[in-house]
């Protein structure tokens, strides 16, 4: 059975050849570092806000829907849609979290 000519596995290759194996930093991180290149950092923080903005709105659609008894949506679909938007919701919060220490730091260094 060849494998070569699957499109996930021609990725994964590609993948796997990017990353040498005398670097020290998780293939996940480098991805991170590569998807960022050139990136305005107040660009990457309103793209991430957006996302956790857009998590929850579509939890509130999912169970404002259910509760008015639509068919299409399944009650897992609705905790899964909000566990997902209490996830993202709970990182962005540790985040400012450190953006406020990390500023509260750096004014009480001494200049």
Avoid: C, W
Avoid at 8 to 14: D, G, N, V, Y
Avoid at 23 to 48: K, W, Y
Avoid at 75 to 82: G, H, N
């Amino acid at each position: 059975m060849q494998i070569t000519t699957n499109p996930l596995f021609a990725e994964m290759q590609a993948i796997k050849a990017e990353i040498s194996p005398s670097t020290n930093l998780l293939p996940e991180s480098m991805r991170q570092v590569n998807n960022t290149q050139g990136a305005d950092f107040s660009q990457l923080l309103n793209q991430a806000i957006g996302s956790v903005n857009e998590l929850q709105h579509n939890s509130s659609s999912l169970a404002t829907r259910l509760e008015m008894g639509d068919t299409r949506v399944s009650l897992s679909d609705t905790v899964i849609a909000r566990e997902k938007a209490s996830v993202a919701f709970e990182a962005t919060l540790q985040v400012r979290n450190k953006f406020v220490d990390a500023y509260k730091e750096i004014m009480s260094m001494p200049v």
